[in-house]
């Protein structure tokens, strides 16, 4: 099946969208209370000590918007927007089972971001990467799709990637292979069911997958383990200037950039980083397209030619 859709990277469902009804009635799989602990205990995808399992209890249907009231910013002068592309994303005959970075062609990146779906900072991101036509990849936590499905469907509408982040963001390293098909197989259902795709790619929390554990997800699920060549260390909150400035210093072609859209630092760091990276010639991919332009090493350009100002 061909689409738009078809070529950022996705498994479409043959099901199609719930109701905005059906989707309310979900919500309350999950307390506002269970969330919040959830958000408050979240803090890296690399830190080592993985998530307290979050006691739930049964609570009434939390109203969400699908935006907040935040408006990105005028642009101050001659700002560039990243190209409009229409690359392929069937990375089948790349069957790498681990990346942390893609040998390509290009001056291309992937911008991820893990750990939402978010009810403020992810509507505000998606603002921002809207004004300047960049796509990114959000491995999302399938507990976080259940309460705000709205967020997740306009993703996909926007032309953004979704990966599988599990369900409840646990060290997968630590748990049976039973609890790592019920991690991966009740996020992706979550993620089908609030924007009728399917992730296609994975990302362990912490970055913790046994080499054994990332064989089996890729030959149970088909999910590459997608980890990462940039990290911003931006859960600890170091500012936005520092995020920026650690992600404009670490980025090079091919590479994978970590941050979280979880914590309003690492939003509010992104126009400056993502102006930054436009302005030095990089153009914004999703995960499976990068992974689809995967070239042999000899021919790979792996420096940045771009001039920097
Ligand atoms: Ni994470």
Known sequence: MKSPLHTLGYKFLTRTLESDAEEKTGLSTLSRRGFLMLTASLSSCTAAAPLKPTGSSPAAPIKTASNSNYRTPPVQGAVPRNPDNNLGSDFSKNAGVTFSRVMVSGNYIALTFDDGPHPQNTPRLLDMLRARNVKATFYVIGRSVDLYPQIVRRTVAEGHEIGNHTHTHRLLSKLSDSE???????????????????????????GGLLQRQREMVHAEFGYPTILWS????????????????????????????????????????????????????????????????????????????????
């Open 180 to 206: 790592v098909r019920s991690e991966l197989s009740r996020c992706r259902d979550a993620i089908g069911r609030a924007a009728g795709v399917q992730p296609r790619t994975m990302r362990p929390p912490y």
């Open 230 to 309: 940039v990290d911003p260390l931006d859960w600890k909150r170091p500012g936005p200037s520092v995020v920026t400035s650690r992600i404009l210093s670490g980025t090079s072609a091919g590479g994978i950039v970590l941050a979280h859209d979880l914590h309003s630092q690492t939003v509010d760091a992104m126009p400056a980083t993502i102006d930054g990276l436009l302005r030095r010639g990089f153009k914004f991919v999703t995960v499976s397209q990068l992974l689809a332009m995967k070239v042999e090493s000899a021919t790979a350009q792996t420096t940045v030619t771009a001039p920097t100002p």
